[in-house]
DNA sequence: CGAGGGGCATAACCTCAGATTATGCACAGA
DNA sequence: TCTGTGCATAATCTGAGGTTATGCCCCTCG
């Protein structure tokens, strides 16, 4: 225990001091703090009970300091401001190092978390603040985000792109579901089944109508039987049997190694447009966000997802 | 509200944080502080959660500061130190200028608070920490006492004294007392009354079996019906009516002038004695100890008396 | 002069920040 | 493998610090 605490029981008696030696009023400092005066009146009675010094002359109507009261805030003032720099250019030195990315929920969760192991092994020193968005147009500098990705042709004012992967949809579902209500021949097969499908609230993504569209299938017979509010939940629901999903093929990467889901046609639609990694122009880059953009590139999301 | 709160909303994070890191161990500085170690644990959790700098690394039987937790500590222990300085040497100089003086209990109750208003009005800078003792002879140096009464010849070693008022000791009854019991012709009346005794534990006093010896009244017959720890309690009482007390003169001079109380028989008991003020001879004076000694000594109390 | 307002002090009572107890997990060492 | 150490977590408890109500002493204004 510092010494000072035997002579100051509460530092937080001194942040109450502080104010009210600044406002030379208990009442100003009370509304100050968000409490009452009496609270006020009480701690400062305590820190001079503790103390054995008396810090304010109570004159019904102005409240003055006495010689000790003047130095003690005086100093207290310094302290505390002196910790405050501190801990503010730590925070500040702290926010530098941190790389803030902001990716779909699907994305984190299907892609970028069973593969953070091997870049958190590379680069122990680069901490991520990974956040989950629900759309793909966000300012990155108004929102202090880093790095993102973004689905498209790449050509986005105030903006760096990298290519990281092809959009390339299929069908997909869980074994079990397959061998219970397959054969699935064409794709106008798929009209008789389970269609898990997904609509975002801030992002355009192909979605089952289109899919069949694209492949001839007349789409005037169908009928969508669950719609989740991300992509997510719509792989996870196939994952569980429930029917056929669309899925992004370096989002389904996993679960098709692991044989949680199988492809049951072999028909897949390739938009011509790819997920791109993007940061902001505008500022240089940290480098722990040089070095996550690089490791992201080198993982060659395309070379590893499943051959249609 | 000083912006320090902000970042740090209980300043007794950092007192906990302080240890903490002196130590390198949460259940170390637990026992310092006297709380358990899940309270550290939290507490150092909350103070990271607030800041969102990691200060420690916990690494199973080993606690490390962080870059940010070594800066943080130096800055806090340093703000404490200083801070503690500040104090203690406000701390120093008030207690230069406290004058600690000793007196009975009836001395403080019949003289000194009645009068006290006059010495604060001449000397308003002056303060008085006011103990109230049940024996004379202390020693002035190790109970750090500035000033003190003492009865005898004012000859004792390492003590300087002054002589204060002489020792003169009467009876003294109510009004009403004497009306119901009285008149009081001689001494040997008083053997026919309710006396009023006191018998202090560590002072020796006059007492009516010695104050009836000398005045040749035979104390055979004595019966005391009251003893009272003090001599004020037995002057209360008497001021009560329950009886006939004992009195010092200048002790009871102000019940007499406000006719609480009356001296039912003329005779009284000088014991060549007097009260003495006195100051320690092994340290200089406080400014403050000299001007009440020449307060009291100006009072004259012998004059002040009531005639017996 | 009286009324009203302002501000600190005090007492009785309340409440939630910070504490406790119990337990779990991951080491390290024998 | 077992035991001991030390930090983390969760459920629960409790007393430091807060609230509400009131009082006292000014000061100002009509």
Redesign the interface.
């Known amino acids: 225990?510092?010494?000072?605490?035997s002579?100051?029981p509460?530092?937080?008696y001194?942040?109450c001091f502080?104010?009210a030696a600044r406002r030379r009023s208990f009442t100003a400092a009370a509304q100050?703090?968000n409490v009452s005066q009496p609270a006020v009146s009480k701690t400062i009675r305590l820190l001079e009970e503790a103390?054995?010094?008396k810090l304010f002359r109570r004159e019904h109507t102005r409240l003055e300091l006495t010689a000790?009261g003047q130095?003690?805030y005086k100093?207290?003032?310094e302290?505390?401001?002196?910790?405050?720099m501190?801990?503010?250019s730590?925070?500040q030195?702290?926010s530098n190092d941190v790389v803030r990315v902001s990716f779909s929920a699907s994305f984190v969760q299907l892609w970028l978390l069973p593969r953070l192991k091997d870049f958190k092994a590379k680069h122990p020193d680069v901490s991520l603040r990974i956040e989950e968005s629900s759309r793909d147009d966000q300012d990155l500098v108004e929102e202090d985000i880093d790095l993102s990705a973004r689905l498209g042709n790449g050509k986005w004012p105030g903006i760096h792109s990298w290519r990281f992967v092809t959009e390339e949809v299929l069908p997909v579902c869980s074994p079990d579901y397959l061998r219970e209500h397959g054969p699935i021949h064409e794709p106008a097969d798929l009209l008789r089944h389970t269609l898990l499908n997904f609509e975002e609230r801030h992002r355009t993504r192909l979605g089952w109508r289109e899919w069949l569209e694209r492949h001839t299938v007349p789409v005037a017979r169908l009928k969508q039987d669950f719609v989740f509010t991300d992509a997510l939940g719509s792989i996870e629901a196939a994952v569980l049997g429930q029917g056929i999903a669309l899925g992004w093929k370096h989002l389904v990467h996993d679960h098709i190694q692991a044989g949680r889901l199988v492809v049951p046609l072999q028909e897949a639609y390739r938009s011509g447009h790819a997920v791109h990694i993007i940061m902001p122009a505008q500022r240089p880059p940290k480098r722990g966000a040089e070095l996550f953009r690089d490791w992201l590139i080198e993982q060659d999301a395309d070379a590893s997802a499943p051959q249609s």
Chains 1, 2 share one sequence.
């Open positions: 225990m510092h010494r000072l605490r002579l100051v509460s530092a937080n001194l942040f502080e104010a100050e703090l103390t054995g010094l000790e130095r003690l100093e207290t003032q302290a505390f401001d002196h910790l405050h501190v801990i503010s730590l925070q030195k702290h």
